[in-house]
């Protein structure tokens, strides 16, 4: 997360999506951002009218924050066997884009299982839920999971997908992000 709210002016136009309604929006060259989350890939922005939008990560070269501190990635050591604790890990790399806490420790993700593929491969399967039913980022973060479980040695398939039972509840935020979140 930024440790201050600085203000950006992009110097070319970037694709955003506006959080939490998932809207597509085109930011322009020459207009000032600020921002507020600099977490995992991406980047979340308060725009001049008052929007907040994440942009990606292609797009978020246009803030001049290449080389801006950000939480080191997980690497995953591809000469060791596969694990799916290591799908996990690199989960905890895809942050939610209003609050400054990874998708495992918000709690998520309900399920994280990996079956071998005759290929030699592993296939994971991802359940995860969101914050709350109407939020457009789902298919945003769903597609955010997809990727950072397809990095992992070892996954040739990835299936994420939604769901909504048993609904999302505060009981499923881990020790460590309440404690963050000032919640205990």
Do not use: G, H, Q
């Given at each position: 997360m930024s440790p201050t709210y600085e203000t950006v002016t992009l110097d070319r136009e970037c694709r955003a999506t506006v959080i939490p309604g998932g809207q597509p929006m085109v930011l322009h060259p020459g207009e000032a951002v600020v921002v507020t989350q600099t977490l995992g890939d991406s980047v979340t922005v308060q725009t001049q009218r008052g929007y907040l939008v994440r942009l990606n990560p292609a797009d978020s070269a246009a803030l001049g924050l290449a080389d801006a501190?950000?939480?080191?990635?997980?690497?995953?050591?591809?000469?060791?066997?596969?694990?799916?604790?290591?799908?996990v890990a690199v989960l905890k790399n895809v942050f939610d884009p209003e609050i400054p806490i990874n998708v495992v420790d918000l709690g998520l993700i309900y399920r994280c299982e990996a079956m071998p593929l005759p290929d030699g491969g592993q296939r994971v399967e991802i359940d995860m839920s969101m914050t709350a039913p109407g939020c457009g980022m789902g298919d945003i973060l769903r597609q955010d999971a997809a990727v950072a479980a397809g990095s992992v040695a070892g996954v040739t398939d990835v299936q994420v997908e939604l769901v909504w039972d048993p609904p999302w509840g505060l009981e499923r935020i881990s020790d460590a992000a309440r404690l963050q979140l000032g919640l205990l």
């Open positions: 501190p950000r939480p080191a990635a997980t690497v995953v050591d591809a000469s060791k066997p596969f694990d799916v604790d290591d799908v």
